[in-house]
């Protein structure tokens, strides 16, 4: 993901924390991630983004996505408040129900973690 990509996702992401919900297009999503469908990679770095704006509030405040279904150009990025539960009725989901290894706490940056098999072998050496 190029720089500018980089701060256009900061920025959005901040807006969800100031305004409390925005709606995207998903194609600007899906081209700062150089993707062509969403998969739990865009989550993930999405989810990982929300937690460096939230960590110095006092509650845990999750992100939420609220998607029109495949063919809507736009989905809905919201500010959940962590006491309220979703239920499922709503449609109205939190990142970590759609990827629930987000639940699980995020490792230090400076613990080293070991790479997946996958990734490693695509690892190349400097």
């Not at 969800?16 to 709606?23: M, Q």
């Not at 993707?35 to 939230?54: A, E, Y």
């Not at 990025?77 to 989901?93: F, K, M, S």
């Not at 759609?98 to 639940?103: F, N």
Request: proline share 8%; hydrophobic share 35%; glycine share 4%.
């Amino acid at each position: 993901m190029n720089h500018v990509h980089a701060t256009q996702l900061q920025n959005m992401l901040r807006d969800v924390y100031d305004l409390g919900a925005i709606v995207v297009e998903k194609r600007l999503l899906l081209r700062a991630y150089e993707r062509s469908r969403f998969g739990k990679g865009i989550w993930t770095d999405l989810h990982q983004r929300w937690q460096d704006i939230i960590e110095e509030d006092e509650r845990s405040w999750q992100l939420g996505l609220l998607d029109w279904g495949e063919k809507s150009p736009v989905l809905a990025l919201v500010c959940l408040d962590p006491i309220d539960t979703p239920n499922e009725e709503r449609c109205l989901r939190p990142l970590t129900e759609l990827v629930p290894a987000l639940a699980k706490p995020i490792p230090d940056n400076d613990e080293e973690e070991a790479l997946p098999p996958s990734r490693a072998k695509r690892q190349r050496s400097p």
